[in-house]
T-cell receptor, first 114, second 111 residues
Framework: ETGVTQSPTHLIKTRGQQVTLRCSSQSGHNTVSWYQQALGQGPQFIFQYYREEENGRGNFPPRFSGLQFPNYSSELNVNALELDDSALYLC?????????????FGPGTRLTVT | GQNIDQPTEMTATEGAIVQINCTYQTSGFNGLFWYQQHAGEAPTFLSYNVLDGLEEKGRFSSFLSRSKGYSYLLLKELQMKDSASYLCAVGLSGGYNKLIFGAGTRLAVHP
């Protein structure tokens, strides 16, 4: 059974640019959540996707957007990057209706904005 | 609003017992979760409490009091590999599965 994978592992972007992060969910999991984790902080919920539609969103501006594909993989897009967007971006997959503990996290993408 | 508090850092000795406390005030509650996160790695699930009381799983135990908005994670027979951040998180219901995390407690285990 393949776990949650994310790409790329590390990324450096310049302020104002756009970035796309990718996540492949664990086999059999149809729900994907994205979290932002700043250094020394806990993960902050960005949004969740189920059946290719956004299914809940945290306190993030519209320049954070996402997609889910028919194979349940997902993308996180961030436009007009700001320095404060530098963080570890975590993707977590889960079966539909699962409780939180069934969220399996990927290794994350470390984004640095200069 | 949502608020989850836990100590920033703790230190302990190998072989000892340590208790990491977490208090929460959230709108909605669908369980209290503890995750372990080693530096540079993804969080991994440790425990889940939805009813009051103690849940034991090997060297790790977790306690919940919903009336007090309080939980703790108890680690026994500490090992060096237990040095990590421990994240307390509250699950919120409402049609989707969302976790609200605390800032995490960085535990350093010394010989």
């Amino acid at each position: 059974e393949t776990g949650v994978t994310q790409s790329p592992t590390h990324l450096i972007k310049t302020r104002g640019q756009q970035v796309t992060l990718r996540c492949s969910s664990q086999s059999g999991h149809n729900t994907v959540s994205w979290y932002q984790q700043a250094l020394g902080q806990g993960p902050q919920f960005i949004f969740q996707y189920y059946r290719e539609e956004e299914n809940g969103r945290g306190n993030f501006p519209p320049r954070f957007s996402g997609l889910q594909f028919p194979n349940y993989s997902s993308e996180l897009n961030v436009n007009a990057l700001e320095l404060d967007d530098s963080a570890l971006y975590l993707c977590a997959s889960s079966p539909r209706g699962a409780l939180g503990y069934e969220q399996y996290f990927g290794p994350g993408t470390r984004l640095t904005v200069t | 609003g949502q608020n989850i508090d836990q100590p920033t850092e703790m230190t302990a000795t190998e072989g000892a017992i340590v208790q990491i406390n977490c208090t929460y005030q959230t709108s909605g509650f669908n369980g209290l979760f503890w995750y372990q996160q080693h530096a540079g790695e993804a969080p991994t699930f440790l425990s889940y409490n939805v009813l009051d009381g103690l849940e034991e799983k090997g060297r790790f135990s977790s306690f919940l009091s919903r009336s007090k908005g309080y939980s703790y994670l108890l680690l026994k027979e500490l090992q060096m590999k237990d040095s990590a951040s421990y994240l307390c998180a509250v699950g919120l219901s409402g049609g989707y599965n969302k976790l609200i995390f605390g800032a995490g407690t960085r535990l350093a285990v010394h010989p």
